[in-house]
């Protein structure tokens, strides 16, 4: 089962597909975003010159070598960071979708086996500094409509608000917990507090009982982190921004989170999300993955959750992304709020290559 080919596609979207094709069969997989044509470029470059001269003639079912093999290419320079992990992520769920189709088994399966059929989502919402409330109110019953059952309110990102409006954010958060009444209530600070800001606000907060409260001080404060952490009674949860077992290690012992986020589309790909899985298992930690890419990332991401054994809370998803939907011959099946797990080979999702080939740079 020889690999003959390995090629990114680097997208108008600003995502990046990644195809690895053996014996005639092509698996996709999918690269963390990027929010410019030369930076979604950059990755795909990764890719295709780094990477892809590396790999062909690999028997593509050894996926485990292929990761190490892409990871000591890559890494002693520059380090295990950004497109580099993000080039080995696509490949590596490429991989995954590749031999689960050559076998004729989802990817589930190749991991051991799915625990869970359907998975909850919450739906995240928010995340723009210019939103009225009344938006946010409005996003909240379209997917209420939809049978979502969990919610995630995101304020605007950290470098455009370090304190900047605490008390509006706890009026967001009291009228969307007001609309939504039991249902469950997340908040994504978005790296916006200082500890200082974020343990007082957590304490404001005590009484909508939330899920979590994501990034509540700068993601790389670990020591910030830690001390929320210990000071509140909320879950803390974060992780989108880091990358390898090794930072979620340190993120969990030494920021002392409680709810690991790793994105399968930059921490290292299946093969490492399910090691970063089994440290949340051990070190007793939940495991909600971040995720924005609605396709194939939320696909790979979803068949490593649906083999954790213990219940699960809701994961993430921000919306479907039509422009990505429309590349495949059939979208993802969500229904109800909840991902429903398919027993198609792979990851399930089918290609159409024509439209491919035309959405790409």
């Known amino acids: 089962m020889k690999i003959t080919k390995v090629r990114a596609y680097p997208l108008r979207s600003h995502a990046v597909w990644v195809e690895v094709e053996a014996a ?56 295990d960071k950004g497109p580099y992990m993000a080039a080995i992520s696509g ?8 031999v689960g189709k050559v076998q004729g088994v989802p990817v589930h399966q190749l991991l051991g086996g799915a625990h869970h059929d359907r998975i909850p989502l919450y739906a995240s919402i928010g995340g723009s500094a ?50 939504i009444g039991d249902c469950a209530l997340g908040f994504d600070v978005n790296n916006g507090y200082t500890p200082k800001t974020a343990i007082s606000q957590c304490r404001r907060l005590a009484d909508l009982d939330l899920f979590h409260i994501e990034e509540p001080v700068a993601q790389h404060d670990l020591a910030g982190m830690a001390q929320v952490a210990r000071a509140v009674d909320i879950p803390v949860a974060a992780g989108e921004q880091e990358y390898t077992r090794w930072q979620f290690r340190d993120l969990a012992l030494r920021g002392e989170v409680d709810v690991l986020q790793p994105d399968v589309t930059k921490c290292g790909g299946i093969t490492e999300l399910r090691k970063i899985m089994h440290l949340a ?46 590349l495949l011959e059939e979208p993802p099946r969500i229904e109800n709020g909840s991902w429903v797990l398919g027993d198609e080979p792979g990851l399930g999702l089918r290609v159409k290559r024509a439209s491919l080939e035309a959405e790409s740079l």
Request: aromatic residues 8%; hydrophobic residues 40%; negative net charge.
């Open 130 to 179: 210019d939103r009225d409330l009344d938006e946010y109110l409005t996003e909240v019953r379209r997917f209420a409509d939809r049978g979502f059952a969990a919610f995630k309110v995101r304020t605007h990102w950290g470098a455009h608000r370090v304190d900047v409006d605490p008390v509006r954010d706890l009026a967001v958060l009291r009228a969307v917990r007001a609309e």
């Open 24 to 79: 005639g069969v092509s698996g996709f997989g999918e690269c963390y975003p990027n929010r410019a044509d030369w930076a979604t470029r950059l990755t795909a470059d990764v890719v295709n010159e780094g990477l892809a001269s590396a790999v062909v003639g690999s028997d593509c079912r050894d996926i485990d070598v292929i990761w190490h093999l892409c990871y000591r290419k890559l890494t002693p320079r520059q380090g």
């Open 281 to 326: 298992d051990i070190l007793g930690r939940r495991l909600v993955p971040h995720q924005n890419q609605a396709t194939i990332g939320l696909a790979a991401s979803m068949a490593v959750v649906a083999c954790w054994p213990l219940p699960l809370p809701p994961q993430e998803f921000l919306g479907e992304q039509p422009e990505l939907d429309d």
């Open 91 to 98: 490949l590596d769920i490429a991989l995954w979708d590749l």
